[in-house]
């Protein structure tokens, strides 16, 4: 496999990564951000700061619940990364 395809490979992965650490958190704070504004647009109540501490409460509870995992496939992508670079040096 030449350099570029090495590249390219590695940043396709590195951009499927990206995109399954992000999800969850992004997921979360918009659902809660729909239903906070729903319940704002039955209620007639225009509070803007009233979404931020509930998407912070549910973005919290993503990080405890599912944050070793996003670590895990960080330090997984990363020790690929470090092969290699090494193998490349050779």
């Given at each position: 496999?030449?350099?570029?395809?090495?590249?390219?490979?590695l940043?396709?992965?590195?951009?499927?990564?990206?995109?399954?650490?992000?999800?969850?958190?992004?997921?979360?704070?918009?659902a809660?951000?729909?239903?906070?504004?729903?319940?704002?647009?039955?209620?007639?109540?225009?509070?803007?700061?009233?979404?931020?501490?509930?998407?912070?409460?549910?973005?919290?509870?993503?990080?405890?619940?599912?944050?070793s995992?996003?670590?895990?496939?960080?330090s997984?992508?990363?020790?690929?990364?470090?092969?290699?670079?090494?193998?490349?040096?050779?």
């Amino acid at each position: 496999m030449d350099d570029l395809s090495l590249f390219l490979s590695l940043t396709d992965r590195m951009l499927w990564v990206t995109a399954l650490v992000a999800a969850p958190v992004l997921l979360a704070s918009m659902a809660v951000g729909l239903v906070i504004g729903l319940v704002q647009a039955a209620t007639s109540v225009s509070e803007q700061t009233l979404t931020f501490v509930p998407k912070l409460a549910a973005i919290a509870l993503v990080l405890v619940l599912l944050g070793s995992s996003m670590m895990v496939l960080v330090s997984d992508f990363m020790g690929q990364i470090f092969v290699e670079i090494a193998r490349i040096g050779d």
